[in-house]
């Protein structure tokens, strides 16, 4: 809600090539809606902002429907960076209320199929394959969670909330690349500081948003797109 954070998102900053309509919104932590005409995406949309005291506590955690509807009513797909709490809680909630398809690793499967989610509204995504949404092409490609990741391993049985914060483990880990094919402007979002070296070979972004990293540590590995 930091009206300087948004100003410096604002795409229009550098207008050239960039369509009416073509939008992008920060919602916290790490997540960003996507719009452009009817079509909306949402990557790691997270608004139920359950406390540090509560998950520091172990006390189970569950969606806020009322949150949910309010600042989330519309999505025609749902992308999830990796499957931690403060990313993909809210994902299956979200997708049964918009009726959106939610997107990607098998963790991130499990989660949308405890929420409530047929399989057929679940998709998991081949690292590198483009899957089409309205006006936009997502591909996943490869990350790491930066260090330290306090809910390692992978989730290998549905999510049924409530739940401690706990059972959501990290799972897959993706750097998500969005071309909105119209313009042929490509933005990369990064959900958090980790890379996979060579994995984005090849690849071009105009934009790139990188999750802030936690702890002290120094980062061992550079992300580089051209």
């Known amino acids: 809600d930091d009206p300087a954070v948004q100003d410096e998102l604002n795409w229009a900053h550098n207008p050239e090539g ?14 960003f809606r996507l719009t452009f005409d009817d079509t909306t995406i949402l990557i790691d949309p997270y608004v139920s902002r359950a406390s540090m005291g509560t998950v520091a506590a172990r006390r189970t955690l569950r969606s806020d429907r009322t949150l949910v509807d309010q600042f989330l009513p519309k999505a025609d797909a749902v992308l999830i960076g990796h499957s931690h709490f403060d990313h993909a809680m809210d994902s299956a909630l979200v997708a049964q209320r918009t009726g959106a398809r939610l997107l990607g690793g098998a963790s991130t499967a499990q989660i949308g199929i405890g929420g409530g989610l047929s399989t057929e509204r679940v998709g998991i995504v081949a ?25 390692p391993g992978v989730i290998d049985a549905p999510v049924v909330p409530p739940v401690r914060a706990s059972a959501y483990k ?49 980062l061992g590995r550079l992300l580089c797109v051209h």
């Not at 992008?24 to 997540?31: D, N």
């Not at 394959?129 to 990350?143: I, M, P, W």
């Not at 750097?175 to 890379?195: F, K, Y």
Request: with cysteine; aromatic share 6%; proline share 6%.
């Open 18 to 31: 960039i369509p009416a309509g073509l939008e992008i919104e920060w919602l916290g932590t790490a997540g």
């Open 127 to 151: 690292a590198g394959e483009a899957v089409r949404v309205g006006a936009f092409d997502v591909t996943l490609f490869e990350s790491e969670h930066c260090p330290p990741d306090r809910y």
């Open 170 to 218: 990290c799972g897959e880990a993706w750097s998500t690349l969005v071309h909105h094919r119209e313009s042929d402007r490509r933005l990369l979002i990064v959900g958090s500081a980790g890379a996979v070296p060579g994995a984005l070979a090849g690849q071009r972004a105009d934009v790139v948003y990188l999750a802030c990293r936690q702890g002290s540590r120094p």
